[in-house]
């Protein structure tokens, strides 16, 4: 008789760092391989991104690249939310389509974590879409301590709702 | 022996319209008069009123005055939440203390909901301090139909906690 065994999660052997000014296409083509992300919100990747480059504090979004054999497979974007000194924006992680299920968007995470804690955070806010294609990023945040605050029915447009969710760190 | 009556809710007399640029010393004013802004939230104030002023469809800010006898007495700050088409932000509505319990907040709180109905909102947020400076303003949002859906203790600083409200509009 077979025993019961865990299947351990994936653990990514990449690096996770700051992105490099050398990433930025890298980083759009991740966000457009993905499927989810619409020419409206591409286009806010962008304009995040350039801010970004720009200078983090300043413009107050922080880019961070998954970078395994020499290319980036994911990316993180959190920041400060204005007015406050504890809470914080975890704006999107996207991993490759060729790059899922290996542990990339687990690896961001944790340094996402580590990064607002570093400076203080103790809250951590996602706005994310009710529909069938962001179904795995909500498992993920709640398989990453994320709690659902609420769901707004037809918050994006009809039919795509707004899900608010919120972490705090210990 | 005396009859339980209701007393009514004051129905204010004055008018709520778009901000007029002459009506900028005066929003200013009724900001700092509150007593509830500090100096960041009230550079905020002013950066909002500009795009405002510079134009409000441009800005993403929408501002509302109640006018009566001749000046303002109140404000509301309202406007589309980013990447939504149903989903509007209440960023401040705020009441000179000269004209407390007289209806004001609640004549503006009507424009505002008239206003992002006109537009095809459906949902409104309110983000607000959970300090005891803010109780009044709590209690008029929860009387106006808001439901609270988190309290996160600590998040705009030490002993100051976000408090995340949502309206529906039918």
């Known amino acids: 008789m077979a025993a019961l065994v865990d299947v351990p999660a994936p653990v990514a052997v990449g690096v996770v760092q700051p992105a490099l000014p050398a990433d930025r296409d890298q980083i759009l083509e991740i966000a457009a391989a993905t499927g989810v992300f619409n020419t409206i919100e591409l286009d806010v990747v962008v304009e995040l991104l350039e801010g970004y ?24 974007t959190w920041g400060p939310r204005p007015l406050s000194e504890h809470g914080y924006d975890l704006y999107w992680i996207a991993t490759h389509p060729s790059a899922q299920r290996r542990g990339v968007a687990r690896a961001l995470m944790a340094e996402v974590d580590a990064c607002i804690r570093a400076r203080g955070g103790g ?17 993920f945040y709640e398989r990453c301590g994320y709690q659902c605050l609420a769901v707004l029915d037809g918050y994006y447009r009809d039919g795509d709702g707004l899900v608010i969710y919120v972490k705090r760190l210990g």
Chains 1, 2 share one sequence.
């Open 123 to 139: 809250w951590v806010l996602i706005e994310t879409s009710s529909t069938p294609p962001y179904a795995a990023a909500r498992a």
């Open 53 to 76: 480059y720009r200078g983090p504090e300043e413009s107050g979004y922080h880019f961070l690249s998954y970078r395994e054999d020499g290319r980036v497979w994911g990316f993180a």
